[in-house]
Structure formats: structure tokens, C-alpha cells
């Protein structure tokens, strides 16, 4: 059965040094997504990605953050220069599309931590 | 602006017990889907049922079944016989579908059951 994969699972940073989190959706898949769940919190929405573009991002999503789909297949995730808050799970999921299935599949998620 | 409301923090039954998680939404679209995640110890979120806003058909997925009602904005989900292996966090989400494409979701604060054996 086709699944979401992340790599790494745990990475752990100094504070103010760039990160970067991969993800490769499901393969037929459309739109994708990063998550992120800090310990203990619910799950909270930091951008949508379709057609090769951002659809949707929330206001946690500022300038430290990017998102990028540098081939068919990866989604990545970049903190520029990572701040003690940004530790937390960080989920990526992805969507068939209209008519396909609304549903979206999660990773297993990139636990990070900064120091 | 959507919003998801998972009241029960947490929740213990003993095994075999029934137990019900209560989800109660909010949103200004007439067109929305309905989620429930379960997020075992493990920690990955997986998929468990969706509905959409026009369809308040119970569903029944052996001894998982959901309660959509839309006159009360809630959508529960009752776990029947309860395992030690149902113990998790349960998520409650909802995404908004302008235009017939669903958004991205919002996720209730999330119920830790417990079952204990």
C-alpha cells in the first residue's frame, strides 16, 4: 500500500542554524502539506502546495519557512535559522485531489528538536 | 473561521467497555468533510473515516462507528468493546471545501483514551 515517507525521523539542532525536512507523498498524489504538533498540542496546519505553488499558509508559516518540490517525487520543508519554538513534530501529508480522494495521508512525522 | 472542540481531555474505560468521543465543529461553508485520526503511542497520525457535509448516513467499520449529525455541528465516534490496543489520541478535523476542493485541515484539541486491561 502506497504511504508517505519522511526522512529524517529525529533531528536535533543548534538554534539558528537551517533545516531541512523531506517528505515524498504518495505518488499520484496532488496537493501536499506540512503539519507540525508540538508535544503535547494538537496538530496545526503550516502550508498547502499545489500545482508547484503555495495554495495556503498559516501565520505561523513566516519568512523563516519554505517549502519547495525540487523533483516529482520530494517536498521539502526549510527552516531558515531555527529558534528554540520550532521544536515539534513535524507531519507532511498528501491528497489525491478533486474526485480522487479527500482524504489526506500522513508520514510518520520528523520529530525536531532545537538546542 | 473553522474550529474543531474535542471536550473530553482524556478518557479511561476498561476493555470490553463502550466508550464515545465527542467532536463538536464549527464553520461558515456548506460544503465541508469530517475526519477522525488516531495517533497511537508510536506517534504517526493515521486516517480513519471522512465524511462530507451532505451526507449524514452513520457509518459502521466493525467496532468503530460515527455519528454525524448535523443539526448539532457533531460528529462522535463510539468505539465498541474497547482493546487495551484502541488506546491513543483520537483527532477530531475538519476541512472546508469552497468550491468543491477540500482545504487543509483543522484538528480538535485531541482526546487521550486509555483502556485499560
Known amino acids: 500500500e502506497p504511504e508517505v515517507t519522511q526522512t529524517p525521523s529525529h533531528q536535533v539542532t543548534q538554534m539558528g542554524q537551517e533545516v531541512i525536512l523531506r517528505c515524498v507523498p504518495i505518488s499520484n498524489h496532488l496537493y501536499f502539506y506540512w503539519y507540525r504538533q508540538i508535544l503535547g498540542q494538537k496538530v496545526e496546519f503550516l502550508v498547502s502546495?499545489?500545482?508547484?505553488?503555495?495554495?495556503?499558509k498559516s501565520e505561523i508559516f513566516d519568512d523563516q519557512f519554505s517549502v519547495e518540490r525540487p523533483d516529482g517525487s520530494n517536498f521539502t520543508l526549510k527552516i531558515r535559522s531555527t529558534k528554540l519554538e520550532d521544536s515539534a513534530m513535524y507531519f507532511c501529508?498528501?491528497?489525491?485531489?478533486?474526485?480522487?480522494?479527500?482524504?489526506?495521508?500522513f508520514g510518520p512525522g520528523t520529530r525536531l528538536t532545537v538546542t | 473561521a473553522q474550529k474543531v472542540t474535542q471536550a473530553q481531555t482524556e478518557i479511561s474505560v476498561v476493555e470490553k467497555e463502550d466508550v464515545t468521543l465527542d467532536c463538536v465543529y464549527e464553520?461558515?461553508?456548506?460544503?465541508?468533510?469530517l475526519f477522525w485520526y488516531k495517533q497511537p503511542p508510536s506517534g504517526e497520525l493515521v486516517f480513519l473515516i471522512r465524511?462530507?457535509?451532505?451526507?449524514?448516513q452513520n457509518e459502521i467499520s466493525g467496532r468503530y462507528s460515527w455519528n454525524f449529525q448535523k443539526s448539532t455541528s457533531s460528529f462522535n465516534f463510539t468505539i465498541t468493546a474497547s482493546q487495551v490496543v484502541d488506546s491513543a489520541v483520537y483527532f477530531c478535523?475538519?476541512?472546508?471545501?469552497?468550491?468543491?476542493?477540500?482545504?487543509?485541515?483543522?484538528f480538535g484539541s485531541g482526546t487521550q483514551l486509555t483502556v485499560l486491561p
Open positions: 501529508a498528501s491528497r489525491g485531489g478533486q474526485g480522487i480522494t479527500y482524504e489526506q495521508y
Open positions: 478535523a475538519l476541512s472546508e471545501a469552497p468550491r468543491g476542493s477540500a482545504r487543509q485541515l483543522t
Open positions: 502546495f499545489y500545482n508547484n505553488e503555495i495554495s495556503e
Open positions: 464553520t461558515r461553508d456548506t460544503t465541508y468533510y
Open positions: 465524511r462530507n457535509s451532505f451526507d449524514e
